[in-house]
C-alpha cells in the first residue's frame, strides 16, 4: 500500500522563488507529481499492478 497526502499543488520539481530544483541543496527535499508517477510505476513494476493499492488523501490543487 501507498499513500500520498499534500502535495500542494507542486507539479514539477521547480522552487520559483530561487530558480533551482528544490532537492539542489537538499536531496530530500526533491519534490513534484512527475516524480511522483515514476514511484508509483517503479512499485507496480517490482509488485505487480493488481498488489498495490495507492490511497490519495488530496490537498493536490492547493498551493502552487
Same mark, same amino acid.
Given at each position: 500500500m501507498k499513500t500520498?497526502?499534500?502535495?500542494?499543488?507542486t507539479l514539477?520539481?521547480?522552487?520559483?522563488?530561487t530558480g533551482q530544483p528544490f532537492g539542489s541543496s537538499k536531496p530530500q527535499n526533491v519534490r513534484g507529481m512527475d516524480r511522483l508517477s515514476t514511484e508509483? @510505476?517503479?512499485?507496480?513494476?517490482e509488485k505487480g499492478k493488481d498488489a498495490v493499492l495507492l490511497l490519495?488523501?488530496?490537498?493536490?490543487? @492547493?498551493?502552487?
Open positions: 500520498k497526502t499534500s502535495i500542494y499543488g514539477v520539481d521547480h522552487d520559483y522563488f508509483i @510505476q517503479n512499485v507496480r513494476e490519495d488523501n488530496g490537498d493536490a490543487a @492547493q498551493g502552487s
